[in-house]
């Protein structure tokens, strides 16, 4: 059953920037979305109408069955987003942010006092509920914003870079949270800049290039359609990277020759398969040359 | 009941620092009463210092409603827990109204010194007080909308934090709100009157007996008052935006 749609999405600011152009695809429910792109492709944007934040200019999307304008009431109560760039106010402890958000969506106030709690254990911040934040981390801080929208229990999680500012166990722990909500049936649209991160998480991503869907499939899918095969790094043993050879090998047999000869000549060989990020920058149009040369 | 514990918490969340750090309130209240200070000090008669205090009044609410401009501001582009709240089962008219309401919490040690100040001087009757509420109330909303709408538009956190502050001097010191509307020449008063806190401290002088005014003056006074924070509610409603365009 599918959670989100959209069909010909488009939006043009009041200032005349078109930022999405005719986007259509869909979300099942309990699957983890991942929307890559670059900086202003559009993202956001996207983001922001299917979480009820922004109108739409042209064509239509749904989330859980209801219109992103016409049925943003009945969306609200089910959703929780956490926003690009999120700051806790620094005045305020973990505990003062992420109780008192609960009890602003509406939980009685011993659910949202054990609600609060429970988050807090399995982000690992219980233990600095009592600080302020302006005395944690900058990841304790992003942590924070997250415990702020884990704790609505929602259906669908809009997730705007949400492990930016982590360090990798941190990001970690956040991409196990993520999996272990989707596993509980939570759907997940996440955007970021980590290709390593879409690549452990998504079910399906779609590559967002000036507006435009440039791909939407899965990070195997996106990998193929780069059509770069495997790049056969073949150098001498004691070289230190002089007379370094990248060559690109789309079949076995190819791959094989390369290896064989390399061998033969008593070189060393790595094989590179193709990365999510070498594919996100095809299909972006970017190039890759500086580091292969 | 669920809208009025939205702008319960909401209240509480955005006030909670104020509550922690009560710096501001101590602030807002040295600069409503320095003009008191001052009346009390070189005010010829007492009867003048007395305006002053209500000046004090007039002002600490009035001022403290523009405040209202940081809250949005932060909120929307900088915590960016405006889309969060968007996001969820708030209303809208809850987080305006708990945004508000916070900032009542900086005004009232001023504001309840100032009439306790009032009445050991000039006692006063429960409606004159009632009457007195309600004008400050009123000009209180009109500079909770302008805040608000300033806070909506601006991009700019400089912006967001000087402006309500340049408005609080021009609206508060500049017109007759801690001295008498006659102390200005003829030609200027009807220009002071078009201020709102010019007919709201004349109308607050006048429940307090300080001064007395024509019918006129207090129809007048009255209905420019609510169709300010009329026109006000409208610009910030056209001007703020829940869902953005």
Not at chain 1, 174 to 194: C, E, N, S
Not at chain 1, 199 to 219: C, N, P, Q, S, W
Not at chain 1, 249 to 257: G, N, Q, S, V
Not at chain 2, 44 to 65: E, Y
Request: with cysteine; charged share 20%; glycine share 8%.
């Amino acid at each position: 059953m599918d959670v989100v749609a959209v069909e010909g999405l488009g939006k043009t600011y009041p200032g005349g920037t078109e930022a999405l152009k005719d986007v259509t695809f869909q979300i099942a429910k309990g699957e983890i979305f991942c929307l890559l792109g670059r900086n202003g492709a559009g993202k956001t944007t996207l983001l922001r109408i299917l979480a009820t934040q922004l109108k739409p200019s042209a064509g239509r999307a749904t989330v859980l069955g209801q219109d992103v304008e016409r049925g943003a009431k009945a969306i609200r109560g089910r959703i929780a987003v956490v926003p690009q760039e999120a700051r806790p106010n620094m005045m305020l402890s973990a505990w003062d942010h992420i109780r008192l958000m609960c009890l602003i969506r509406g939980m009685p106030r011993a659910a949202a006092l054990a609600r609060a709690r429970k988050v807090m254990e399995e982000l690992e911040l219980w233990e600095h509920r009592n600080k302020l934040t302006a005395d944690l981390s900058g990841g304790l801080r992003q942590r924070v914003i997250l415990a702020m929208a884990l704790v609505a229990d929602a259906e669908i999680l809009f997730l705007d870079e949400p492990t930016i500012g982590l360090d990798p166990l941190g990001r970690r722990k956040v991409w196990a949270m993520v999996r272990k909500l989707a596993r509980d049936g939570v759907t997940i649209l996440l955007t970021t800049h980590y290709l390593d991160e879409a690549e452990k998480l998504a079910d399906r991503l779609a590559i967002i290039d000036k507006g435009r869907l440039a791909f939407l499939g899965t990070v195997q899918g996106a990998i193929a359609k780069a059509g770069m095969g495997t790049r056969v790094v073949v150098e001498p043993v004691a070289a230190n990277g002089n007379g370094r050879e990248v060559l690109s090998a789309k079949t076995d047999a190819e791959i094989l020759a390369v290896v064989e000869r390399a061998l033969r000549e008593g070189h060393k060989v790595t094989l590179k398969p193709t990365s999510l990020e070498e594919a996100f920058i095809q299909v972006v149009g970017g190039s890759i040359d500086e580091e292969t040369s | 009941m669920k809208r009025p514990r939205e702008v319960f918490y909401i209240g509480l969340f955005d006030s909670l620092p104020i509550l922690r750090d009560p710096m501001l309130m101590i602030v807002i209240s040295l600069f409503s009463f320095l003009p008191v200070l001052f009346a009390y000090i070189f005010a010829p008669q007492p009867q003048l210092a007395m305006q002053t205090i209500v000046g004090a009044i007039v002002l600490s609410l009035g001022f403290i409603g523009l405040f209202i401009a940081q809250s949005v501001y932060f909120y929307k582009y900088w915590h960016r827990f405006q889309d969060m709240f968007v996001a969820s089962p708030v209303s809208p008219l809850s987080y305006a109204m708990g945004l508000a309401f916070s900032t009542l919490l900086g005004a009232a040690p001023a504001t309840v010194v100032a009439f306790i100040l009032l009445y050991l001087q000039v006692p006063y009757s429960v409606l004159a007080l009632l009457q007195v509420l309600a004008v400050t109330v009123l000009f209180w909303l009109s500079m909770v909308f302008i805040g608000y709408t300033i806070g909506a538009v601006t991009k700019n956190t400089r912006r967001a934090n000087s402006l309500p502050q340049v408005l609080g001097i021009v609206l508060g010191f500049l017109p007759p709100v801690y001295y008498t509307l006659d102390t200005l020449p003829p030609f200027l008063q009807p220009i002071a009157l078009l201020i709102p806190s010019t007919n709201a401290a004349q109308l607050a002088k006048y429940y307090f007996g300080l001064i007395s005014i024509s019918t006129f003056e207090i129809v007048f006074g009255w209905v420019y008052l609510i169709a300010f924070v009329i026109g006000m509610g409208l610009v910030a409603v056209r001007r703020a935006h829940w869902v953005d365009p």
